[in-house]
């Protein structure tokens, strides 16, 4: 399970090398696409890693926080906090690896033409799970304003 914060950017650590599709080309030639989906509202969102690093038991994928989202620079604006399913499709080139509009896919449904080396093609779902989005301290939506304590003595009675 992701942990994260609203309005802070967070890392994700998960297996993709176990589950790789197009095992053709370089792990350098791969990208993920995540998509997060909001349990309650259903909202969707899309965004590529702002920085990932593949290794052979792990990736780490950073999603950057930023008030104007993008999906091929991996900034996002998650609102509202509450647990997201995540999903991770593996996005794949032959050629040069360019994440921008009309080079890399952005959805997992999206397929890019005309078909280029340079053009990014979806190959499936590697993997998925639950992400937790917590409140950052001071924007929760019930805020409580301690009040000081009464200097005298307070009596309740019954039936009133």
Excluded at 77 to 83: D, I
Excluded at 112 to 124: C, E, I, N, Q, R
Excluded at 125 to 143: C, F, H, S
């Amino acid at each position: 399970m992701i942990q994260a914060i609203t309005e802070t950017a967070f890392s994700i650590f998960v297996q993709t090398e176990d589950n790789r599709i197009n095992t053709s080309v370089a792990s350098t030639q791969i990208r993920h696409l995540v998509k997060f989906t909001n349990d309650l509202d259903k909202s969707v969102y899309y965004a590529y890693g702002a920085a990932e690093t593949i290794k052979e038991r792990a990736t780490s994928i950073t999603i950057a926080y930023n008030t104007t989202p993008d999906i091929y620079t991996g900034k996002l604006k998650l609102f509202p906090a509450g647990y997201y399913k995540y999903e991770i499709y593996e996005v794949s080139w032959i050629g040069t690896v360019t994440i921008s509009s009309g080079n890399a896919p952005a959805t997992e449904d999206d397929i890019l033409t005309p078909v280029a080396d340079t053009k990014g093609v979806v190959h499936g779902l590697v993997t998925m799970g639950k992400m937790y989005l917590a409140e950052k301290d001071g924007t929760q939506q019930v805020q409580y304003t301690q009040r000081q304590a009464p200097t005298e003595t307070n009596y309740i009675y019954y039936g009133q």
